[in-house]
C-alpha cells in the first residue's frame, strides 16, 4: 500500500510539473509576442511553482519507507516538513505579488502594439488548466491523505487565481489603457487569497511538528471504542501524536487487578485492534496496563 501511495504521489505531482513548464513556456511565448510585461511575469511565477512539485518528489522517497532502527515510528514528519515549506513559499509568492502591486499601482505600464490580444492566450490557459490540475491534485491527496499533495493543490489554484489579475490587465490595457490601477487592486485582493491559503496550510503542519492533540472528535471516539470493550474498567491519559495521515496513540487501560497477567494482555490487545479497525487514521496503538482501584470494575 505504501508503494502504491507513493506512486500516486508521484504521478500527480509530474503531471503538475509538465503543466507547469507547458503554462510557463507558452506565457513566456505569448508575452514577448504581445510585449506584455504582466504575463512574462506570470510566466516565471509558474516557473517557481516548480520548486514545490520538486519538492514532494524529493520529499516522497524519504516519507514513505517504513520504520526502521533510527526511525521507530517511521518517517512520516519529513511530509508535514514538505507541506509547511510549501505554505512558507506560498506567503513568499504572495509577499511578492502585494509589494509589486503597492509599487506600480502609481506607475502605468502599458505597452501598445497591433499583437497584444496574444498576450491573452497565457492568462486564459494558464486559469483552465492550472483550475483542472487544482481538482485533480486536491482528489488524489484527498484520496491518499497526504497533506504535502493536497498543499500542492492548492498552490496549483493559488496560480490560477493570480493569472485573473493578469488577465484582467491585458483585456484592460488593450480596450482601456487608463485603467492600468485595476490590475495593482487585483493584485493586492489576490495576494491577500493567497496568504489565506498560507496560513491554512502551515497550521496543520505546524500542529504536526509540535505534536498538538488530534480534534476532539476523535479523541472521544477512540476513548468511546476502548471503553467498550468487555473487560476495560477504565482509561486515562489518552494521547495522540499526528505523524504524515496518520495517527499515533497511547493511552493507559485499567482491567481487574485479580486478572492475570495474560488476560490482562489480551483484553488490551482487543482495545488496540477495536480502535485501528474502527478509525481510518489510526495505525498504532499502544497500551499501558494498569490494575483498576478497587470497587472500579463491576460486572
Known sequence: MSEKRSTTVRNVTITGMVLNILLAGIKFV??????????????????SDLITDIAVLIGVKFWEP????????????????????IGILLAVVGAELLINAISSISEPVVKETELYWVALIGPILSIIGKEGVFRYTLKVGRKVRSSAVIANAWHHRSDAISSIPVLVTVLLAFFFPEWYFIDAVGAIIVSGFIFKVSFEIVKPAFYELTDKMVDRELLKKINKLAL????????????????????LVDMHVQVDGDLSVRNGHEICEVVK????????????????????LEGICQD
Request: net charge negative; charged share 20%; hydrophobic share 40%.
Open 30 to 47: 505569448v508575452g514577448l509576442i504581445g510585449n506584455s510585461q504582466a504575463v512574462l511575469a506570470d510566466a516565471f511565477h509558474s516557473l
Open 66 to 85: 517504513p520504520a526502521d532502527e533510527e526511525h521507530p515510528y517511521g518517517h512520516k514528519r519529513i511530509e508535514a516538513i514538505v507541506t509547511f515549506f
Open 228 to 247: 467498550s470493550v468487555d473487560g476495560v474498567c477504565s482509561i486515562h491519559k489518552t494521547r495522540t501524536r499526528i505523524a504524515g495521515n496518520s495517527v
Open 273 to 292: 485492534y477495536t480502535v485501528i479497525d474502527c478509525c481510518d487514521e489510526v495505525v498504532e496503538v499502544l497500551i499501558h496496563l494498569e490494575p483498576a
